[in-house]
């Protein structure tokens, strides 16, 4: 199956860290926000993807590539950023006659994909939330979707659009897609999908709702240490530091050539590889590859690469290659 990945925002909300690192990449739980992602799509075997990429979109798709080689990868480039239904619009010659899902970048989530394996209806995955004009939103009938609304400012329905998507026909997506620009249809300025879905459901295209197990927020580093600490629980730790008089607190996940001296560490404490610590009490913590942590007492923290915290630090969020010393 073809799967395109929207992946060309600029992770505003999340600098410095995305000044070097594009959003999708930045770690959670041990591994790229988009690695979360790719994983739960092989379920519904997902062998093609279409990454749509702008700012910093060559090291995305490096990346994946070199992550996936068993994938086929191509990207296409959104140079203005004018909406959802406009950038997948941009996968239009990538696509063959079959099915195609629809994945934001950054959208962690776990649910079972394999049920869309021959699925005749286009199906959204929804999740409810308190307050949805936050969101675009579906109306249903009985298992039948009847209206899709981008962020309502009446409380029409609660079934938040989780930004997974699966379209029995990608060409018929491509079609109201290319409608939607072509009458005009804006919300807030912006081309949005959920517009193109209700064209279709307008005329006729049927669409049913999957649901979701759980949905994981990265949209700043705040809600980024949540979702890290929800998926430490959940899967568990991973990797064996070189512990030195040290003492690892579950769960947490330490990449290779980890080294820990003299130090507390956990619970909820992800790690690149090559990463140093040492006279530490850490914990609540995402460390970027390379980082060098001493004489600190660290939580609610994340670092970018070859970062270096030294001193008595409480809470931060810096960039790679960065120093803070206090």
């Known amino acids: 199956m ?38 739960s799509l092989l379920e519904a075997d997902v062998d093609h993807i279409t990454l749509i990429v702008g700012y910093l979109g060559d090291i995305i798709v490096s990346w994946a590539r070199s ?38 970048g950054d959208t962690l989530f776990s649910a079972d994909l394999s049920v869309l394996k021959g699925e005749k209806r286009n ?9 949805p004009s936050s969101f675009g939103v579906v109306v249903m009938d ?79 580093p705040e809600t980024l240490l949540e979702t890290n600490r929800e998926l430490l629980d959940k899967n568990g730790g991973f990797g064996s530091p070189l512990l030195k008089n040290s003492v690892v607190i579950e769960p947490c ?17 992800s790690g690149g590889a090559d990463v140093r610590i040492e006279d530490a009490r850490i914990t609540n913590t995402i460390a970027g590859a390379g980082s060098d942590i001493r004489r600190v007492v660290l939580t609610e923290t994340v670092t970018g690469e070859r970062s270096k915290v030294h001193g008595s630090l409480l809470r931060t969020y810096i960039g790679d290659d960065s120093v803070a010393e206090i």
């Open 142 to 220: 009985g298992n039948r979707v009847t209206e899709l609304i981008e962020k309502p400012s009446e409380p029409i329905s609660n079934l938040a659009i989780v930004g997974v998507y699966y379209f029995a026909s990608g060409r018929k997506l491509m079609k109201y897609c290319r409608e939607l620009k072509e009458k005009n249809i804006r919300t807030r300025g912006e081309y949005q999908l959920t517009d193109a879905m209700q064209l279709m459901v307008q005329n006729g295209e049927p669409f049913g709702v999957l649901d979701i197990d759980g949905w994981y927020d990265c949209g700043k």
């Open 67 to 104: 992550a996936y080689p068993d994938i086929r990868i191509d990207f296409a480039l959104q140079e203005e950023a004018d909406g959802l239904a406009s950038a997948v619009l941009l996968a239009d010659r990538f696509l063959d006659n079959g099915p195609a899902m629809i994945v934001l």
């Open 253 to 269: 996940f330490f990449g290779e050539g980890t080294v820990i001296t003299n130090s507390v560490v956990g619970p909820w404490f």
């Open 123 to 131: 199906m959204i995955v929804t999740s409810p939330v308190d307050d």
């Open 2 to 39: 073809h799967c395109i990945i929207p992946a060309a925002g600029k992770g505003t909300r999340m600098r410095p860290l995305t000044w070097s690192t594009p959003k999708p990449l930045i770690p959670v739980a041990g591994r790229p926000m988009l690695a979360h992602v790719i994983d």
